[in-house]
């Protein structure tokens, strides 16, 4: 595994500097290049540098990173027969080479993206087997909350180009709902609107909670080993609340619940959650009206004065991250 690590971080870096942007080591903190993470979901079994596609001679004339990377994008599975089923068929082969391509996805042109992946979509159609294997490790790496490359907006694009390929029928039905979860509040979106009792026993809506500041708005449910597990990490965070003292950020955490004994356990764990949150209890609108996608528990949303979305069932890490900056 750290020969693979090693390989697939030089990998990297050489895709990196092909498309003319910097490269930063794995391990190394920085923009641009694939770090750890993308390492670490390496394939278990080793998988040999001989099996990696080439990557595509740039035309100099493309100068600036962007425009690099999105043709490297654009041709990256040029050497591609989908019809070899001894590579088109393999996952380890076809799990490094997806997870290859998609550390150039932050740094290229995005409007390079969407042709790039249908294009990939209509080539893997020459083998059905090929084509259910490129779902499922588009699903795998992009949708799946703890893979350490969750991005719905890039899954969307594998998403769209997917519910109209010859996929069987429960496949296409699976994709297609993931498509519609997925557009509920989107990130640049505003968030869905909602009333929530408070601690005090007032109704309060969202829109209306410290206007003109970013909140952290937090679904959870008391019951919730995790959940309240990330409580305790946000509010354990030096920097999640030194936001919060210097009104540069609130916190909005909501149970979403339904029935009187629901009510009775938020009440019951109410003095676990900092006095500094505005705590809620929802009787049932969040999921009767299909406001939020709560695929998981705990869910945070960071969203932004004007109540946008800027990140969208995040984890704690990635959210310090985001504050850090």
């Known amino acids: 595994m750290r020969k693979l690590k090693t390989w697939l971080a030089a990998y990297a870096g050489c895709a990196l500097m092909a498309a003319g942007a910097p490269v930063v080591p794995v391990g190394a903190s920085g923009g641009g290049a694939v770090s ?12 040999s540098p001989s099996c990696e596609l080439l990557l595509p001679a740039v035309p100099a004339t493309l100068r600036t990173p962007p425009a690099r990377a999105a043709y490297i994008i654009k041709h990256f599975w040029d050497a591609m027969d989908f019809a070899d089923t ?22 290229a042109d995005t409007t390079a993206l969407a042709p790039a992946v249908a294009t990939l979509v209509g080539r893997a159609q020459s083998d059905a087997v090929a084509l259910s294997l490129l779902a499922e490790t588009a699903e795998k790496y992009l ?4 893979s350490p490359l969750f991005n719905e907006e890039y899954y969307l694009l594998f998403a769209d180009a997917l519910v109209a390929a010859p996929l069987p029928h429960s496949k296409r039905l699976r994709i297609e709902a993931q498509r519609t979860a997925m557009r509920k509040n989107r990130v640049g979106t505003p968030a869905a609107d909602f009333s929530f009792e408070t601690r005090d026993g007032q109704r309060l ?21 995790h959940c309240m597990q990330t409580i305790a990490e946000l509010s354990g965070s030096p920097l999640l609340n030194g936001a919060v003292a210097r009104g540069d950020l609130v916190v909005v955490a909501v149970y979403a619940g ?20 505005t705590v809620g209890f929802d009787n049932g609108t969040i999921y009767t ?15 932004d004065a004007s109540r946008r979305v800027v990140l969208k069932d995040t984890t704690p890490a990635r959210l310090f991250e985001y504050l850090s900056k």
């Open 36 to 47: 750890a993470p993308f390492a670490s979901l390496a394939p278990a079994d080793t998988v």
């Open 86 to 107: 001894l590579r088109s068929r393999n996952r380890n082969f076809m799990e490094q080479n997806f997870v290859n391509c998609l550390s150039l996805f932050p740094i």
């Open 143 to 146: 949708y799946e909350q703890d």
């Open 205 to 225: 809506r969202l829109s209306k909670a410290a206007q003109g500041r970013p909140m952290l708005l937090l679904f959870y449910d008391p019951d919730c080993d």
């Open 258 to 277: 339904f029935d009187g004994s629901d009510r009775a356990a938020w009440l019951r764990t109410l003095d676990r959650l900092p006095s500094v949150w």
């Open 289 to 303: 009206r299909d406001l939020y996608v709560l695929r998981n528990l705990p869910a945070l949303y960071l969203l």
